[in-house]
C-alpha cells in the first residue's frame, strides 16, 4: 500500500478517463516546500505568510520577506506557487499590532480589510513577492475578498508596485497572475463579475462553509452545522467553477475539503482543476482520483446539488463509491 503510494510521487494526477488536475500542497513556512515536495505536490496551492509575521516583535522588511519568497520559489521551480497576502485579525493577533478589540473579530478588520487599511504594511509585501518572482513561478493570492472594489484596489496597488520597480530598473517576472480566495459567500454568488478580472479563483472552505452556515469553524456548539456537504456549499462551489471556466480561468480549492475523501469524486466531476491539501493527504488524493472517471462522476453532480440536506449527500456519494 504504502509502496504502491510512493511510486506515484512523479506521476501526474490524472483520472480513470485521462483527465488531468493538480495536486497542490497548503504550507506555513520554507521547510514546508521540502516535504511538499517530498510528498508529490505538483504545486504550492496556498502559502499562508502569517507565519512570517507572528513570533517577533516588528513587521518583517521587505528583504526579510523576500528571502523567504524566494526560497520557497526557488525550491518549487517551474511549479506553479500561489503566495496568499497577509491574512492576519480574526482569531490570529500580531503582538507588535495594537488592533482595536472588536466584537466579532471574524467579522471585523481582517486580512484583506487590514491590509487595504495599511497600505504600507501591504506595499511592502507586495514589493517582496514582485521581485521575488524572477525565482519560479509566482502567484499571488488576496485573502477575504468580499466586494470587487477591494480586488481592484488591491490589483492597483500591486500594479503600482510593479510600475515602481519598473522604472528603479529592479527586475520581475511580467507574467505573475492574480487572483482571490472565495471565502465569502457575496463573492462566490458574485464569481462569474470576478471572473472577468482575476486570473484565478481558490475556493477556502474552511471560512466559506462557516460564513455561509454562520457557524463558527473553531466553536464546538455548534460543529453540527459546519457542513462541507450541505448543499448551499455545493452549489456555490460549482457556481466558482462554472463562473472562471467561463472566461478562460482556473478555480482551485485550498480548504481542507479539498482532501476529503467524500469530496473528492464531486469535486472532480463538478471539473475543479486544482485541489491543495496537507502534504500528506496528497499520493493518497492521487491513487484515489486515478480510480475514479471524471465523465462517470459528472453523470452525478445534477443529482447531487438536488439533494436537500448534507446527509443525504454524504449518502448519495457514499453509495455511488461503492458501485
Ligand atoms: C480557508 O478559509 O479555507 C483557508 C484555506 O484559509 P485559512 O484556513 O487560512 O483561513
Ligand atoms: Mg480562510
Not at 469530496?263 to 496537507?278: I, Q, T, Y
Request: charged residues 25%; negative net charge.
Amino acid at each position: 500500500q504504502k509502496k504502491e503510494l510512493v511510486s506515484l510521487k512523479d506521476a501526474p494526477t490524472v483520472s480513470s478517463d485521462g483527465f488531468e488536475v493538480e495536486l497542490g500542497a497548503n504550507i506555513g513556512s520554507p521547510k514546508d516546500a521540502v516535504s511538499a515536495l517530498e510528498n508529490g505536490a505538483e504545486a504550492i496551492g496556498l502559502f499562508r505568510t502569517e507565519f512570517l509575521y507572528m513570533g517577533r516583535d516588528s513587521f518583517p522588511t521587505e528583504e526579510q520577506q523576500f528571502e523567504i519568497y524566494s526560497e520557497v520559489l526557488k525550491r518549487m521551480g517551474s511549479k506553479p506557487t500561489v503566495v496568499r497576502t497577509l491574512d492576519i485579525g480574526g482569531d490570529k493577533e500580531l503582538s507588535y499590532l495594537d488592533l482595536p478589540k472588536e466584537l466579532n473579530p471574524f467579522l471585523g478588520l481582517r486580512a484583506i480589510r487590514l491590509c487595504l487599511e495599511m497600505p504600507d504594511l501591504f506595499r511592502t509585501q507586495l514589493r517582496a513577492l514582485i521581485r521575488s518572482s524572477v525565482h519560479g513561478n509566482l502567484k499571488i493570492m488576496f485573502p477575504m475578498i468580499a466586494t470587487l472594489e477591494e480586488f481592484r484596489q488591491a490589483k492597483q496597488l500591486f500594479l503600482e508596485e510593479q510600475e515602481k520597480m519598473a522604472t528603479e530598473g529592479i527586475p520581475f517576472s511580467e507574467k505573475i497572475e492574480v487572483g482571490i480566495m472565495v471565502e465569502i459567500p457575496s463573492t462566490a454568488v458574485m464569481a462569474d463579475v470576478f471572473a472577468k478580472e482575476v486570473d484565478f479563483f481558490s475556493i477556502g472552505t474552511n471560512d466559506l462553509i462557516q460564513y455561509t452556515l454562520a457557524a463558527d469553524r473553531m466553536n464546538e456548539n455548534v460543529a453540527h452545522l459546519y457542513q462541507p456537504f450541505n448543499p448551499a456549499i455545493l452549489r456555490m462551489v460549482k457556481m466558482v467553477i462554472d463562473a472562471a471556466h467561463k472566461e478562460g480561468k482556473w478555480a482551485g480549492m485550498c480548504g481542507e475539503m479539498a482532501g476529503e475523501e467524500l469530496a473528492v469524486p464531486v469535486l472532480l466531476g463538478l471539473g475543479l482543476d486544482e485541489f491543495s491539501m496537507s502534504a500528506s493527504s496528497i499520493l493518497k488524493t492521487r491513487s484515489m482520483i486515478s480510480g475514479l472517471s471524471k465523465t462517470e462522476m459528472e453523470k452525478h453532480t445534477d443529482h447531487i446539488l438536488s439533494l436537500s440536506t448534507a446527509e443525504d449527500v454524504k449518502n448519495y456519494i457514499t453509495q455511488m463509491l461503492k458501485k
